[in-house]
């Protein structure tokens, strides 16, 4: 199973992911969780990276497939993976389907998951204190979800064309988002 993870800054993809990596035996790969790791190491590509993402905004799409090509090329991906976090816009959208085009292996499914702007900024709250991530401030989290809106909800319609996207509510307890979004998986997920 090849699923992609939409949804805004704190409408819960990481968590969820986490829950479905167990459930369907893939890997969960989250550009953020790589970016953040670059950054801790202090790799020159992290230290690039660090004022962008301290700001909200997105780094440079070059970076970021570099990450996420030598990730996908990785033997764990073979049975399928969970994206968490790309593609952010439609260059990368466009990137993404190439490179997988390429190992034959094309997106199943994007899942969106939907969550009011006030909750997101509730949960934003809580997640900082929580993990004290420089880019949960109030303005970075704005910037954040206009950066949502402007360039990665045109992904979401990209899918949609596709007839791959679905649209999962993402309020309520944590194991019924889960199964919102299993239940919205196409059938063969059994045997991914
Ligand atoms: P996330 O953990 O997915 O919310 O990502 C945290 C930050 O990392 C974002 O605000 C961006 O600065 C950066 N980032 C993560 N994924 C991408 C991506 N696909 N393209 C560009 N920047 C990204």
Redesign the pocket.
Known sequence: MRLVLLGA?GSG??TQADFLKAELRVPHI????L??AAVKAGTPLGLK?KT??DA??????DI?LGM?EERLSQGDVRSGFIL??????LA?CEALEKLLARIGQPIDIAIKLEVPSELIVERIAGRAAAQGRV?DTPETVRE?LR?YAEQTEPVASHFARQGKLQVVDGVGELADVTGRILAALPPERASA
């Open positions: 800054p993809k990481g989250s550009t953020g969780d970016l953040r990276a962008v993402m909200g905004q997105l780094v440079s799409d970021v996420l968490d976090g790309y593609p952010r816009n990368q880019d954040r950066v």
